[in-house]
Structures are given as C-alpha cells and as structure tokens.
T-cell receptor
Framework: DAGITQSPRHKVTETGTPVTLRCHQTENHRYMYWYRQDPGHGLRLIHYSYGVKDTDKGEVSDGYSVSRSKTEDFLLTLESATSSQTSVYFC????????????FGPGTRLTVL | SQQGEEDPQALSIQEGENATMNCSYKTSINNLQWYRQNSGRGLVHLILIRSNEREKHSGRLRVTLDTSKKSSSLLITASRAADTASYFCATDQIQGAQKLVFGQGTRLTINP
C-alpha cells in the first residue's frame, strides 16, 4: 500500500541504544497507530494518535514513546531498547469515520541484541 | 490482554474443502474485522462486520457475528493453496479511533 510507508524496514540494534521508527502516510487520515506483533501472536496496540500532537497509550505502551508533529508522520521511539522489544512493528492509519477498516503498513522488523 | 480468542489455533485441510475459523471476544464491540497474513508479510483486510449485522459475504468468504454469544466465524469455501496463511480476528470497541484488539490467530494450511 503506497499510501502508508514505514522506515526502516529492517533494523538490528544493541540493548540500551535509542531507536526511532517512522510511519509516513499520504492519505491525510486523522488517526495513526503503532502495533507490535510477536511470533505466534496477533498485533497489540502500543500507542495511537488522533491528531497532530494528540496521542494516547495502548495496551503495551511501557518503554515506548511517540510523537506526531505533522499529519503525515508518526514516530515511535524506544528510548533504550531491550531484547523484549524485538518484534515486528506495524503502523496503521484510519479515517475519522468509524466502521471503516484501518490500513496497515508493510512492517518494520526490529532485532535488539 | 487478548480480546479475541481464536479456534482452532491451527487447521490443515485439503484443497477444495471448506475452512471454518472461530473467534470469541469478551466485551461489547463496535465492529469485528478479519485479516489474513501470509508468512512474514503484512496484514490484508478481508471483511468488516458491524455489531448490528449478522452475516456478510465477500467472494468465497462468509463471516457471521453473534453478539449474544460474543463470537464470530469466518468460512472460506472451496479452499485453494493460496489461502494458506494466518487469519486473525480483531475487535473495535468504540466509535472513532480504531483501537483494534487482535486474537492470536488461526494458522490455516491448504494441502494440494
């Protein structure tokens, strides 16, 4: 889906280092989300945004922070990466109207050694 | 915590047979969605069913929703090898932000 991109697509880092993942959309959607997916599991919501500078926590927010300074970009930061944060991270976007499905980005595979 | 629990966790059938996957959830929902994920790939949205709907069709897919039992089922008819994937249900509890809560998924294998 070209309307939503994630960067980087793959990253290997060491424990204790900061990491920032970027989600970029060209759809001008209001809502943006960060999920993580661990092996054998569905996705779990980390944080989401309902507008520029408006964010809220999801189910598994500990150890993560987010920022949204522009409509099109939603950043996920791991201030000090830990091995438990090794996962695949998916960004999603959705419109204001409910009952419209969100669209997911291609994912970022993060490995923390 | 996982809102959706999927059953079975794994399903293996012959090509041409029908596949049924079930999803149960715990709290009231706004809608329920089904997704497919091929190994190592992103999510593909299949169907969204609203809380006031009971059944929905899309091609070879049929989804039912029983809000009194807090359960949903996904039926894939005339399965194909290309249907091999993991299937997830996800519930959306409130209007507005789509804060989806996913089940753990059913791994479907279609044998040729």
């Amino acid at each position: 889906d070209a309307g939503i991109t994630q960067s980087p697509r793959h990253k290997v880092t060491e424990t204790g280092t900061p990491v920032t993942l970027r989600c970029h959309q060209t759809e001008n959607h209001r809502y943006m989300y960060w999920y993580r997916q661990d092996p054998g599991h569905g996705l779990r919501l980390i944080h989401y945004s309902y507008g520029v500078k408006d964010t809220d926590k999801g189910e598994v927010s500990d150890g993560y922070s987010v920022s949204r300074s522009k409509t099109e970009d939603f950043l996920l930061t791991l201030e000090s990466a830990t091995s438990s944060q090794t996962s695949v991270y998916f960004c999603a976007i959705s419109e204001s109207a409910s009952n419209r499905e969100p669209r997911f980005g291609p994912g970022t595979r993060l490995t923390v050694l | 915590s996982q809102q959706g629990e999927e059953d079975p966790q794994a399903l293996s059938i012959q090509e041409g047979e029908n596949a049924t996957m079930n999803c149960s959830y715990k709290t009231s929902i706004n809608n329920l969605q089904w997704y497919r994920q091929n190994s190592g790939r992103g999510l593909v949205h299949l169907i969204l069913i609203r809380s006031n709907e009971r059944e929905k069709h899309s091609g070879r897919l049929r989804v039912t929703l029983d809000t009194s039992k807090k359960s949903s089922s996904l039926l894939i008819t005339a399965s194909r090898a290309a249907d091999t994937a993991s299937y997830f249900c996800a519930t959306d509890q409130i209007q507005g932000a789509q804060k989806l809560v996913f089940g753990q998924g059913t791994r479907l294998t279609i044998n040729p």
